[in-house]
């Protein structure tokens, strides 16, 4: 899984179709994951279990689904439904929201998201590793009295939390399987990120995690076209604080100054920075921003590096 894309086919007159589409092209390619968002439109996980089952030369996962507004039981049920779909090619991740679609989305107060995140993951182990909850926090009941396991994803699902800030870092090595950091440089990766995650996973004795490292990029000989592109379409990124934080201890001001956009030398480049600074996979988004061509440029050159 050393490198993938995250496939955005939300403007296609069939999501579904079009991202199986994309997602044998992507194998072809070489590259190994595909990855998709969650809004307020398709869902994740089934969509990456339809993807996943039609091209089985691909892992799968969805980055990230907001706790806000879900329940462990359900996320749990999809996961592992997904993961029997997938025969263990599906990874799970989970995100802490913003307070802005979560207010405005789902009318929720958006209040003590480190708490509910760690008692999201408690009760969401215990339901794809056993099968079975008996959990009573302080923000969420999970408890089941009859099983929630789904045969054929008895080896459990991998969860990652999509987490930057040191309390989220913190419960997520603790708890997690890995991290999945947007818009993280390697300088933020390498002296903050990666170091809080490995030092609570070995605190609570679990083994280094995972750092798939979420890289917005693509091929281009366009740079300065592009990136002005990229200012606009990751604008929304720095009215969040956590996004805000990561971009500058990246050395950026704007979101756009920490994406990767050059030609195949320079891309290839980044990706070696991404990897030296602790990312044990990379998966790129954004890479149709330059259009169709680059995209296959992008996605051509990312498939020699997965090799």
Do not use: C
Not at 132 to 148: N, Q, V
Not at 215 to 229: F, H, I, N, Q
Request: glycine residues 10%; neutral net charge; without cysteine.
């Amino acid at each position: 899984m050393t490198v993938g894309v995250a496939l955005n086919t939300s403007g296609a007159q069939n999501q579904v179709d079009a991202s199986v589409l994309l997602a044998h092209e992507a194998a072809a390619a070489g590259l190994r994951s595909a990855w998709f968002g969650q809004t307020f439109g398709a869902d994740s996980p089934q969509l990456a279990a339809i993807v996943g089952r039609e091209v089985p030369e691909l892992h799968v996962g969805t980055s990230a689904i907001p706790v806000f507004g879900r329940h462990p039981l359900h996320v749990s049920s999809q996961a592992q439904t997904a993961q029997a779909a997938t025969h263990g090619r599906y990874h799970l991740g989970l995100a802490l929201g913003t307070k802005l679609l979560t207010e405005g989305g789902f009318g929720l107060p958006f209040e003590r998201p480190i708490a509910r995140l760690r008692e999201f993951l408690i009760a969401l182990r215990q339901l794809t590793e056993t099968g079975t909850a008996d959990f009573h926090g302080e923000l969420l009941t999970a408890a089941t009295p009859i099983s929630a396991r789904v045969p054929g994803a008895e080896n459990g699902v991998p969860v990652l939390v999509a987490a930057m800030g040191p309390q989220a870092l913190r419960v997520s090595g603790e708890l997690a399987d890995g991290i999945l950091p947007y818009l993280a440089g390697p300088s933020a990766l390498e002296k903050h990120i990666v170091p809080a995650a490995t030092r609570a996973a070995k605190a609570a004795g679990r083994p280094a995690p995972r750092i798939v490292a979420l890289v917005y990029g693509a091929v281009t000989d366009d740079v300065d076209s592009v990136r002005e592109k990229a200012t606009e379409q990751l604008a929304f990124y720095e009215r969040i604080p956590s996004y805000a934080r990561v971009i500058e201890l990246s050395g950026g001001r704007r979101a756009a100054d920490v994406a990767v956009i050059g030609d195949e030398k320079t891309i290839a480049a980044e990706v070696r920075r991404y990897r030296d600074a602790g990312a044990t996979e990379v998966v790129f988004s954004g890479t149709e921003i330059a259009g169709e061509a680059d995209r296959r440029r992008t996605w051509a050159l990312l498939g020699e590096l997965a090799g």
